[in-house]
Nanobody, 120 residues
Framework: QVQLQESGPGLVKPSQTLSLTCTVS??????????WSWIRQPPGKGLEWIGY???????YFSPSLKSRASISRDTSKNQFTLQLSSVTPEETAVYFC????????????WGQGTLVTVSS
C-alpha cells in the first residue's frame, strides 16, 4: 500500500521560498504510469493544483504558478520536493502531495497534508 507523507517548515516569511518534501513508501516514484502532484487548500477555500512530476521526471505546472514553482525528485530517497518562490501571506494553506495515473484520472492516494503559514 502506497503512503505519502509531507514534511517541511510550517512557517515561511513573505517573499521567501517555500520548500516541502513528499516521502513515498510502498511504491516507487519512478513506477510507470504514476504522476506525483502538489495541491494546496487555503483556509476556507477550495483545492488548487500546483503541479506534478511524472514517473519519468517530467514536471508540469499550473500556468498561474509556473514562473515561481519547481518540483524535483530524489529517486534514491523516493522523495519529491516542491519549491515555491516569492510567497505571499495569501499562500497560507494546507499543502498536500498526491498520486494519480495520469490521463485525467482522479488522485488515488493523498498525504495527510501540512499547514504552511506565510507570515512575518
Amino acid at each position: 500500500q502506497v503512503q505519502l507523507q509531507e514534511s517541511g517548515p510550517g512557517l515561511v516569511k513573505p517573499s521567501q521560498t517555500l520548500s516541502l518534501t513528499c516521502t513515498v513508501s510502498g511504491g516507487s516514484i519512478t513506477a510507470n504510469p504514476y504522476f506525483w502532484s502538489w495541491i494546496r487548500q487555503p483556509p476556507g477555500k477550495g483545492l488548487e493544483w500546483i503541479g506534478y512530476i511524472s514517473f519519468s521526471g517530467r514536471a508540469y505546472f499550473s500556468p498561474s504558478l509556473k514562473s515561481r514553482a519547481s518540483i524535483s525528485r530524489d529517486t534514491s530517497k523516493n522523495q519529491f520536493t516542491l519549491q515555491l518562490s516569492s510567497v505571499t501571506p495569501e499562500e497560507t494553506a494546507v499543502y498536500f502531495c498526491a498520486r494519480d495515473r495520469g490521463t485525467g484520472a482522479a488522485f488515488d492516494t493523498w498525504g495527510q497534508g501540512t499547514l504552511v503559514t506565510v507570515s512575518s
